[in-house]
C-alpha cells in the first residue's frame, strides 16, 4: 500500500530536549516536505526536499533541522524545541513536479512544555 | 494581502443542499490549484485538481476564474460524510511550492 508513514503519533516534550520526528514514503517519490498546523494560520511549509542531499527552506524554518540521506526518508529534528513549536506536524511526499498530488502521513501532535 | 484566502465557516447546510466555497489567491502568475480535504484533526486528502476550463467529479464541481482571481468548489446534493474542512491550495509559481489557504468548515447536517 502506498503510503507516508510519519511517527510518533503524539509527543509530549520539555523545552530544549532535543526529538526527532521520523517520515518514510514507500513511493519512491522524489519531492519531500514538512509542514506545521496552527489554528487560525494553515499549513506552512518548514522545509522541504527535492532529492537526496537536497533540502531548502520552506516559509517558517526557524528551530528546524532537516536531512534527506536516503530517497525514502526525510526526518525532521527540533534540537531544541520551545513552547512556540507545539505544533500538529505533517510530512507529505509527492513525484515532484508541483502539480502532482501530495500524500500526506497521519501527522503527529507535538507539545512542549 | 495573504497569498491564499478562504472564509473558514462553518457553514451549517441540511443533507441535500448545494453548497459553495470561493477562495481568493494573490499571485496573478499562479499556475495550479488543488482542493483538499482535511478531516478533524487528520491528514489532508487531494479532492480534486482545478483546471482552467473547470472540472467535475460526482457532486463535486470546481472553477478557476484567472480573472478576478479566484477559485471555488461546488458540492451538490451534500451527503453526512462530507463534513469537513476544505483546503484551497494554489501553486504560486511553479515548481513544488505550494501555498495553503486556512481551510473552509462544512458541516452537514440532518
Given at each position: 500500500e502506498a503510503q507516508v508513514t510519519q511517527n510518533p503519533r503524539y509527543l509530549i516534550t520539555v523545552t530544549g530536549k532535543k526529538l526527532t520526528v521520523t517520515c518514510s514514503q514507500n513511493?519512491?517519490?522524489?519531492?519531500?516536505?514538512?509542514?506545521?498546523?496552527?489554528?487560525?494560520?494553515?499549513?506552512?511549509q518548514i522545509y522541504y526536499?527535492?532529492?537526496?542531499e537536497v533540502t531548502d527552506k520552506g516559509d517558517v524554518p526557524e528551530g528546524?533541522?532537516?536531512?534527506?540521506?536516503e530517497k525514502r526518508n526525510f526526518p525532521l529534528i527540533l534540537e531544541s524545541p520551545s513552547p512556540n513549536q507545539t505544533s500538529l506536524y505533517f510530512c507529505a511526499?509527492?513525484?515532484?513536479t508541483g502539480n502532482e498530488k501530495l500524500f500526506f502521513g497521519s501527522g503527529t501532535q507535538?507539545?512542549?512544555l | 494581502r495573504k497569498e491564499v484566502e478562504q472564509d473558514p465557516g462553518?457553514?451549517?447546510?441540511p443533507e441535500g443542499a448545494t453548497v459553495a466555497f470561493n477562495c481568493t489567491y494573490s499571485n496573478?502568475?499562479?499556475q495550479s490549484f488543488f482542493w483538499y480535504r482535511q478531516d478533524c484533526r487528520k491528514e489532508p486528502k487531494l479532492l480534486m485538481s482545478v483546471y482552467s476550463s473547470g472540472n467535475e467529479d460526482g457532486r463535486f464541481t470546481a472553477q478557476l476564474n484567472r480573472a478576478s482571481q479566484y477559485i471555488s468548489l461546488l458540492i451538490r446534493d451534500s451527503k453526512l460524510s462530507d463534513s469537513a474542512t476544505y483546503l484551497c491550495v494554489v501553486n504560486p509559481g511553479g515548481g513544488n511550492k505550494l501555498t495553503f489557504g486556512t481551510g473552509t468548515q462544512l458541516k452537514v447536517e440532518l
Open positions: 513511493m519512491n517519490h522524489e519531492y519531500m516536505s514538512w509542514y506545521r498546523q496552527d489554528p487560525g494560520l494553515g499549513l506552512r526536499s527535492m532529492n537526496v528546524y533541522k532537516v536531512s534527506r540521506k511526499s509527492s513525484a515532484g507535538l507539545s512542549v | 462553518p457553514f451549517n447546510v496573478s502568475a499562479s
